[in-house]
């Protein structure tokens, strides 16, 4: 798929900043155009655009900021990343999937594991090293997700398109 929009979940600024710094540490270098993100979709077709510019805004109008939590590290296998839960936030995940059925690449139709990568494509030996190195440091810690953000994805690095702030009161 040529160019596909991927929809986020925004980190508050102190994971954000927390999260960026440990990426920026231990992401190879040359492959890290991104920063550090929630992904929730991984793939919408570029024809959805407008469909998504106004379904995702009446969400984030609807609920307040999903609840969230660090809850340690995830091994990625050749990767590590920072564990989060929210059942909150699978929530809207699974609204904004049932709105969109039919339109979902593979990837998408996994409901995902939340998690911020820190560290990808390197040796299964490097990752576990960091994952010793961090583990005792990571310590659990709620938060709220203040937004959705929509992009486009362009050969490695993201244009970003639109963000949504959360300003409901309805739980998710």
Excluded at 115 to 135: C, D, G, M, P, Y
């Amino acid at each position: 798929m040529a160019r596909p929009f991927i929809v986020t979940a925004v980190l508050p600024p102190d994971i954000q900043g927390w999260a960026e710094g440990l990426r920026r540490e231990h992401f190879p270098p040359e492959r890290n155009h991104l920063h550090a993100h929630v992904t929730l979709f991984h793939a919408f077709a570029p024809s959805l655009l407008e469909e998504l510019k106004d379904f995702l805004p009446e969400i984030a109008r609807e609920f307040a900021p999903p609840q969230g939590r660090v809850t340690g590290l995830m091994d990625l296998g050749k990767g590590t990343a920072i564990a989060l839960e929210s059942e909150e936030l699978l929530s809207l995940r699974a609204l904004i999937a049932e709105h969109f059925h039919g339109s979902l690449t593979d990837q998408d139709l996994h409901e995902p594991r939340p998690h911020i990568t820190i560290q990808n494509k390197v040796t299964k030996e490097e990752a576990r090293a960091l994952q010793a190195s961090l583990a005792p440091t990571i310590e659990p810690r709620a938060f709220a997700f203040p937004a959705l953000d929509l992009h486009r994805y362009e050969g490695g690095p993201w244009s970003h398109v639109k963000r949504m702030a959360f300003r409901g009161r309805e739980r998710p």
